[in-house]
Every structure is written in structure tokens, then in C-alpha cells.
């Protein structure tokens, strides 16, 4: 009996104009824009190598350098430390935060200063700036958006519409369950709609496995396959949201209009407004007050240095030792400051997040982001890797200069594989599962099983006349 | 008898639950995009006047001319009160650059901040009236023919002595006012609150590039109501209607927009930023190490024959402003070459985006209130400019005797960087075509809807 009624459905579904625009739509953007972000990834792929191989080729020209002081005048003070950040291969399907990040950091001495800083390349002055303006249309923004919006098109009146044109009363009048007709409704219309998607992902993935700009295999297929396996859920919960609809109105022009309000406030409205919220419930002061107030602290210190010299000249040694209390004191006193501004930051983007996932569109968003590693994890892996880089190239080159003064720098001091770069800790499948699974994956099916339920007590009692 | 028409359209809509959802997606969407955006811009207005002060603060305190060659000095953009309606190509509100002899202006930008709401598109009325304003107006158009159709009232109506082009009329003006009464009211309100904001300072010209970008909204909104309009008297039913329409929305509003510069960039590339920077990089280090070989070559013969100081600071002046100065002429030939290839390539995405209206739209207001790409140019001129300005003063306050710790380094002098934005005229530019493009898009719709309708068989 199931069998037969999804047959129907699927049978009715098939022949329909909605399939055949559902099939176009999915077809033509999955294959349009991973054509456009392939090539896209393999551009930004060669501007890493060449990238990489120039800075490379800049240090190897001073590891050739026959006096060791010009080495290092040219390694710390003129040329400083280049790394480069690696495009994600996944970000062929969802780009998420790669583009706010740098593709390249730098650190170097100033030679009259010897202050550290870091050179900085416009980026933005090599992008067309319309990029800025709208999206990219990678998978994630398409099952994101357009996805969710054709599961409600393809199931806001999958029973009210029957119902406007008799046919569920007769099928009523048989000896059917209601239980079986929901179902079935639920089986056929999902297979329907599953199925140009997951045809034109098939092409999608075939078309970037031949271009061969992503080797898939191992961890980064495992890393799609989960890709794929959050999308289906995701488009399930519209979906299924949908079919509820529909169980609650009698008019299908009823349920459309209600279909598109939800769509509009779970996926445009709440994600926007969450990390709103977010800063309203955790403010955190801005860099710029916690810059300000490192200055205070700086100056603080120096006043009360100059205190010291000017009291205790006579008391040599103990002045000695009072100035380092009061310079190491200025500095656990600033790194609480940056201490405490990590922690609200992170607090705040906690509450954010959790804010926003009531809406499915907000947890997807999260989810596929992570598992493409170009998500917050991303940048937070990235922000500590940049503070550990600066903090070692700091080290490396106060350690290089004591010893250039000392004169006891060797021949070989230079090793450029050794030199500090900017490491991140790589983000481990595992982990992103395990915290997928436990929020995100675990609310898209608590989602799902609510709607259904709901969707199927309404139907148990919907008039059918 | 048409505002009859009008009124029985009216009052079809006013009663109907659509109406019911536009009067609360409106306001909430208008009233909490708002408050967010005059948030932000009060926090960024804050950081702005703080950062200006820490500024100012740190050129006071060099002692070294060094510095002001190495470190220089950091400018910030002041704000614009327009980024609060429309966004435009930059996120941020304001930005510091930081203006020294050594380097090119050097946008600062720090990674510290909560990412999560960059995973989202902003909500300012570009994106509130291109993607879910228009999804409205599709939703209020629709059934507009196939529904009553359906319905059999259209055939009743007919049945009088009514023109159909009335009928039509009629239509298009009793739907589309129900659909931006709720929007005007909201973007009313939203005004009504922005006033309390004093932070927000809007000058007479972003009054009327405001009110202008207002009439481009409705413009669009128009055309996207005509195009359901059309569809509607091509369909014999609302539902394929609707399935018609959705899918045209979705090409329009959310692919074809998104994948302009995509496709520009493949159809009109530009070299690799790291091409560039090499290029650059390769002539600065050539340059330096000319220099430091000629001075080192002039500077010991001149210590062993007793140079006085000030002839060496002279020379040492001297040189640098010269490698300095043949460097920055160097990179700015390679700069306006890339410029020249981007701007081919910005072009082709404006044309390119004439395509949707949704597009159009967007880069209209956006060019219009100064948020758009013509400004982020102009800006960057601006700092060029500031940025070879400052080259010389760094080297002019060269002073032997700071040197010699007899004076001290005074840069309270040092040229200070005069933003001005674009006036209103300059940001016009193109809009006035492309609001006669939405306005052609109109005509052809509705011509269309008056052809189709005419021919309707109504039965």
C-alpha cells in the first residue's frame, strides 16, 4: 500500500512543472558555480605557490649572503618573514570566512626603531570591490538559500492543494491510513526533490574531480560526504516544515504565502538579527579601547620608571630590581587586558552562535562552514596561529641579534626551514564532527521530528471536505 | 470608475493575509536593520574619534625624524552617515591607513572580532528591498489575472462595461500601493528613529542622494510588481504563476547578482596580486640597496675627512628623497597599469549587472549614497596624494641638530590629511541611466501585461 502511494506521488511530482524548474535550478547553479569557483581555487591556489616559491627564493638569496650581518640586517630588518595561508580545498564548495582572512602575513624589525611591525598589502585594492558587495554563489549559499526556499515551493500544497481539488476525499474514501498518505506524501515528495540535487552534485563533484584541482580522497572526502549528509538534512527540515504548512491551511494560496513568511524570517531575518542580539546581551569593549587602555598602561609604567630613576639612583641594584617588578607588572596588566577581551569575544560569539540556531538556515550555515574548515574555527585557529608567529618571530629575533652582538653566530645560522611561520592547528575531522553532531546535526533532526509530528497530528485531524 | 477599480483592489489586499505578513516583515526588518546599523556606526564613530586622538598622540611623541619616515603617521576615514542605509563595498565604517615614506598607504586591519555575523549578509535597506521586498512584491502580484481567473471573478467583472485596460490599471496601481504602504511606513518609522541619534549626521547632500535612492527602491519594486504583473496575465493558473516567477526571482535576484564579478573576473582577468606585489617589491629592493651602497660609499670618506653633520643629514636627506620619490613613481606606474586592467574588469561587472534589476539597484544606491566603488577610488587617490605630500615633509624635518640632541623633533607642522567625499553631482554618475534602465524594464512589462491581457481568455 505505501509502496503504491509513493509511487502516486512520485509518479504526480515527476510530470509536474515545479520538477522540472526544481531540476533546471539545481542544476544549472551547482554546475555554473562550481565551474566559476574551481577555477577561482586553482587561480588562488597558483598565486599561493608563486607566492611561496618568490618569498622562498628571497631567503635562499640571503642564506647565500656571505657576511652574517648583512644576513641578518636583510632576513629581520629589510625582508621580515612572509607566510602564506593556504586556500582550503573545500572552499570550492563553501568559501565561508576565506576571503575576510589575508592570504599572506608578514613580521619584520625596523632597523632605527627596532620596533616590530608588519607590512600590509591592500588586498583589497587586487579584488573587484563587487565582491564585497553581493555573495558567493558556492553549494553552501545555494542549498542555504535556494534549496530550502524550493522544498517549501515543492510541498506547500501537498495537502491543501489536494484537498482544493477533491482528490484527497476520494482517496480518503478508500480504505487508506491517514498515517500512510502523510508518509507517503513525505517519501515521494523528498525523493522527488532529492534527486535532481543530488544528480547535479554528482556532476558538480565529477566536474572539479576532473579539472583535478582537488585531490578527493581520504579526509577531505570524508569531509564532503558529511557535507552532503548535513545538506539532505537541512533541505529535509524545509521540507518537512513545509508539509506542516500545508497540514495547517486549506488553501494553497494560503500556505504559500505563509511558506515564504517563514522562509524569509528563518533564513534572512533571525541569522541576521542573532549576532545582534549577541552583542546586546554580551557587549565587549572595542580593540580600540583595549588598544587605548594598553597605551594607559604603558604610559603608567614609564612615568613611574622615571619615578624610580629619579629617587632611588643612589640604591643601584635594588632600583635595578624595582624596575623590573614595575615593567613586569605593566605587562601582566596588559596581557590580562587582552586576556580579558579573548575571553568576552568569545563568550560573545557563543551566545551569537546559540542565538541564532533557531533557525536551521544559522545551524547549516555553521556546519558546513566548519566541516569545509573555512568557518569562526578558521578564524580563531588563524587569529591564535598570528599572535604565536609574532610572538616567536619576536623571540627569534631578539635571540639572532644577541647572538650577532656576541659574535656567535655561525656560518649555517640560517636555516630557512626553521625559520617561524604562521602555524595553525590543524582542524581534526573528529572534532568537528563531534561538535557537529552534538549541536547542529542533533537540533537539523530534533527539528525534523518535531515538524513531522506535528505535521502528522494535523493531518490526523484535517477536514478534508 | 478606474479609482473604483483601485479601490476594490485596495481593499482586496488590505484584507488579505499577505498584507497581513508585509505590515509585520516591514517594520521588524527596516526597524532592526536600523538599530543594528545606527549601532555600529555609533560604536565606529567612537572608535573613529578615539583612534584620531591615539593618533595624534603617537606623532607627538616621536623624537626621531626616523619615525616619521618608518612608522609615519595613521590617518582614519571619517565616517559616512549613508553606510547606515546602504552598506556598499566596504564592511567596515571607517579604517585606518597608516602613511609612511617607506611604504605604500597600509590599510591596518585587525582579525579580533566576532565572526559570526560575517557568515550573514548585512540587513540595510539594499538588501531589505533588492531580496525580500521583491519577494513581496511577487507574492502580491502572482494571482493578480490567473488568480481571479481561477477564482471566476474576473469573468464576472468583464462581464460589465469595463475596459480592460482599466481593469489592468486599476490593478497595477491598487497592488503595488498596498505593497509599499507598508514599506514607506516603516522606512518612515525608521527615519523617525534615526533621528534620535544625533550621532547620525546627515548632511543636506545625503538627504537628497536619500531621498533619490527612496525613489530608485520604489522604482525597483515597481518593476519587479510589473513583472508579476506580466507573468500573471501569461498563466492560466497561480500556481504555475508563481513557479514562473519564483524561479525568475531566483535567477534575478539571487545568481545572476552574485555571479557578475565571477564571471567579469574570468572574462576580463587581472594579473595576481602577488605578481604585482613581487614587481613592487623587486624595484624597492633594488632601489634600497642602490642607496645603501652609494651612501655607504659616500659616508666613509666623508667621516674620515670630518664631515660637519648637517652636510651629511643634508646628503643622507638627499638621497632618500630621491630613491624614495623615483620608487613611489615606479609603483604608482605599476598600480594605475593593474588599475587600468581592474578597471576594465569593473566595467564589465557593471555591465554585466545591468542585467537584473536587482543588481542595478543595489550598485545605483550604492554609487549614490557614497558607499560605492567610485568612492573607495576616490579615497584611495586621496591617499596617494597625502601619502607623496608626506615623503617630503618626513625628510624636510631632518634636523642635524635632533641628531646632535639639541633640539627637539616638532611634527605638530605635518600636513594633515583633508578627506573630502564626492559630491553629490560626481556620485550621480551613472545612476540617472540606470534608473531610466528600471524605468524601461517597467515599460516592457507592463506593455507586456497589456498585450497578454488583452488576449486573455478569461473563462
Redesign the interface.
Known sequence: MLLDLIKKEIAVNVLS??FI?IF??FFG?IL?STF??T??YQ?RQ??YQ??RT?HRDALNKIESLEDNRKQVEELIY??GVYTELQPQPLSIFVR??ED????QIHISR????S?F?V????????Q??????????DYG?IVN??AS?LAL?FVF?AIC?EKERGTLKIKLSNAVPRDLVILSKWIGGYLCLILPFLVSLLAGITYVYLTGAVRLGGESLDRLLWLVAISLLYISVFFTLGLLISTLTHR???A???S??VW??SI??I??????I??LVAP?P????I??EK?AVDRETSLRLQRISRTMLEYGNEAERARERIEKEGETRKKKLDAF??SE?RR??DI??TL?RISPS?SF??AA?ELAET??GL??R??IG?KRFQERFEEYAEDIDDRLDDDQLGNDWLQVDELPGLEMSPSRIEDVIDSMITVDLLLMVIFNVIFFMAAYVFFLRYDVT | MLSLLIRKELLDHLLS??FA?AC??CP??VL??G??LT?DYK?AL??YN??IV?HR?QLEEYD?P??L???GNKVDKPLNPMKVFFR????EHTATV?ISAI?????????????????????DLA?VAG??MS?LAI?FSY?AIA?EKEMGTLKVTLSYSVPRDMILLGKWIGGYLSLIIPFILSILLGLVVLLLFPEIDLRGEDWSSLLLALVGVLIYLSTIYTLGLFVSSRTEQ???S???L??IW??MV??L??????????GSP?P???????EKAKIQ?EE?RKFMDDWRAWIQPAQENNTPMSEMVAKFQDMQTEMRVRIATERTKI?DQ?RKE?GA??RL?RLL?KLSPT?LF??AV?DLSGTG?QE?EHF?DLLKRYSSQWVTYAYDKFDPAIFQGEAELDASDHPVFDYAPLTFNDRIGETFIDILILIGWNLVFFMGAYLSFMRYDVK
Do not use: W
Not at chain 1, 100 to 103: G, I, R
Not at chain 1, 286 to 289: A, E, M, P, V
Not at chain 2, 272 to 278: C, G
Open positions: 512543472l515545479r524548474v533546471v535550478l547553479l555554473v566559476i569557483l577555477s577561482d587561480r597558483q598565486g608563486s607566492s618568490a629589510n625582508q565561508g570566512l575576510d582572512l589575508p592570504s625596523n632597523l632605527y626603531t620596533r611591525g607590512r600590509k598589502i591592500d588586498e583589497d585594492f587586487y573587484n570591490p563587487f565582491f564585497s558587495l553581493f555573495t558567493t554563489p549559499y538559500i535556494v526556499l515551493l500544497d492543494g494553497s494560496s494560503t504559500l504565502i505563509v515564504l513568511f524569509i524570517c534572512l531575518v541569522p541576521n538579527l542573532a549576532p545582534v549577541g552583542r565587549v572595542t580593540l580600540q579601547k588598544l587605548a597605551e577581551f579573548q569575544l560573545q560569539i551569537s552562535k541564532s544559522a550555515r555553521y562552514t568557518g569562526t578564524f580563531s588563524f587569529n598570528y | 493575509l499577505r505578513m509585520i516583515i521588524a526588518v532592526s536593520g538599530v543594528v549601532r560604536e567612537l572608535d578615539s583612534n591615539m598622540n626621531n626616523f619615525s619616515v618608518d612608522d556598499g563595498v566596504d564592511e597608516r611604504a605604500e598607504p597600509e590599510f591596518q586591519s585587525h582579525y579580533e572580532k566576532n565572526p559570526v555575523a560575517m557568515l550573514f549578509p548585512i540587513m538588501f531580496v525580500i519577494l507574492a494571482d488568480g497561480a500556481s504555475t508563481i513557479m514562473v519564483l524561479l531566483v535567477v539571487l545568481v547578482p552574485n555571479l557578475s564579478p565571477h564571471i567579469a573576473n574570468l587581472v595576481s596580486m602577488h605578481s604585482v606585489e613581487t629592493g634600497e598600480n593593474f581592474m574588469q569593473i561587472t549587472a543588481s543595489t550598485i550604492c566603488v573607495q584611495r
